[in-house]
């Protein structure tokens, strides 16, 4: 065997073994969750309805409850009857008024 000849076939069997590395990394990544896979990343489910009561307070004229909703932002909503809620409790805010227990 030549000189020329023991490089090109070392140099193809190189080749060879970084390519089955870097396939094997690749898969190893995508199965794993440390590469995306096709489409990206899922987005986040998110509940549109759902809310976790923040405060309640009571006065003569009727009671309040302060919702957060998943997205960030808070509701206030009145009533005359005491609220069966307090302040941790996840709820349900239904037509924009309605609070459902979750």
Sequence with gaps: MSTTEYRQRHWLAWSVI?????ISVAALGATQGWLPGP??????????????????SSDPFGHEVVVRFEDGTTGVFSQADPPAWRAG????????TMLVAG
Excluded: F, M, N, S
Aim: net charge negative; hydrophobic share 50%.
């Design 18 to 22: 970084g390519g089955v590395a870097l």
């Design 39 to 56: 489409g990206g990343a899922a987005p986040a489910a998110t509940c549109a309805e759902c809310a976790i009561v923040e405060a309640v």
């Design 89 to 96: 409790d996840r709820v349900r805010v239904i037509d924009g």
